[in-house]
């Protein structure tokens, strides 16, 4: 009898455990583990976004869950939509943590695009920091990860952070997202998505009408 009751006891303490593990460790959300399964988490950020960003270029095409887009597909600024509160501003930025490759990421990451202090969702309406650049990965380093992150400021905020025009290379090298967030304390973001891309032929001709313009 006595066995029963120790076991009983046994299997109680068990689940107590469980539940607690649960309410402390709690499930990833579907971003979340799309970021994980491609070591976005973390490589860029330590915690997943709560919701997918919508992200789409010309043409309807949508960055959505790691798809492979071709450069000249991502070439001109994109569409992003999320749901705002209106008296809220936001930080958006886009990151390439793959440079020169996934493999040797010595120069990790690149800034592909920076806006803040965005009032609600008029994206348009937000101060562009970092104008934007498309993926433009070089040859022969496989496949990169294009992280697009969306942080809720917790008021308007100052940002001591040098306007890079779309033609200027220089102050996109090394950015580091984790930093930044931490700097300006931007907490976990509140949503995010990313696509992949490859190099191909038409990498030397945007390169070349971007910064040799």
């Given at each position: 009898m006595?066995?029963?009751?120790?076991?009983?006891?046994?299997?109680?303490?068990?689940?107590?455990?469980?539940?607690?593990?649960?309410f402390?460790?709690?499930?990833?959300?579907?971003?979340?583990?799309?970021?994980?399964?491609?070591?976005?988490?973390?490589?860029?950020?330590?915690?997943?976004?709560?919701?997918?960003?919508?992200?789409?270029?010309n043409?309807?095409?949508p960055?959505?869950r790691?798809?492979?887009?071709?450069?000249?597909?991502?070439?001109?600024?994109?569409s992003?939509?999320?749901?705002?509160?209106?008296?809220?501003?936001?930080?958006?930025?886009?990151?390439?943590?793959?440079?020169?490759?996934?493999?040797?990421?010595?120069?990790?990451?690149?800034?592909?695009?920076?806006?803040?202090?965005?009032?609600?969702?008029?994206?348009?309406?937000?101060d562009?920091?970092?104008?934007?650049?498309?993926?433009?990965?070089?040859?022969?380093?496989?496949?990169?990860?294009?992280?697009l992150?969306?942080?809720?400021?917790?008021?308007?905020?100052?940002?001591?952070?040098?306007?890079?025009?779309?033609?200027?290379?220089?102050?996109?090298?090394k950015?580091?997202?984790?930093?930044?967030?931490?700097?300006?304390?931007?907490?976990v973001?509140?949503?995010?998505?990313?696509?992949?891309?490859?190099?191909?032929?038409?990498?030397?001709?945007?390169?070349?009408?971007?910064?040799?313009?």
């Amino acid at each position: 009898m006595w066995i029963k009751c120790l076991s009983l006891i046994c299997l109680t303490l068990w689940m107590s455990q469980c539940v607690f593990a649960d309410f402390d460790n709690p499930a990833e959300t579907d971003v979340s583990k799309f970021m994980r399964h491609l070591d976005i988490i973390p490589d860029v950020i330590e915690t997943g976004p709560q919701e997918f960003l919508n992200v789409t270029f010309n043409g309807n095409i949508p960055a959505d869950r790691g798809v492979e887009l071709q450069p000249m597909q991502v070439r001109d600024v994109p569409s992003v939509k999320w749901i705002a509160n209106q008296d809220t501003y936001y930080t958006l930025l886009m990151v390439d943590p793959d440079v020169p490759s996934k493999k040797y990421p010595k120069f990790k990451e690149y800034l592909h695009w920076l806006v803040v202090n965005i009032p609600g969702n008029q994206l348009q309406l937000g101060d562009v920091r970092a104008a934007y650049v498309g993926a433009m990965p070089l040859e022969d380093t496989g496949l990169h990860r294009y992280v697009l992150l969306l942080f809720k400021q917790s008021d308007f905020t100052a940002f001591d952070f040098e306007k890079l025009p779309q033609q200027n290379d220089q102050g996109r090298i090394k950015f580091n997202t984790k930093e930044f967030v931490e700097r300006y304390k931007l907490g976990v973001p509140l949503a995010g998505n990313f696509f992949t891309s490859i190099w191909s032929k038409d990498v030397s001709a945007l390169h070349k009408t971007i910064f040799q313009s």
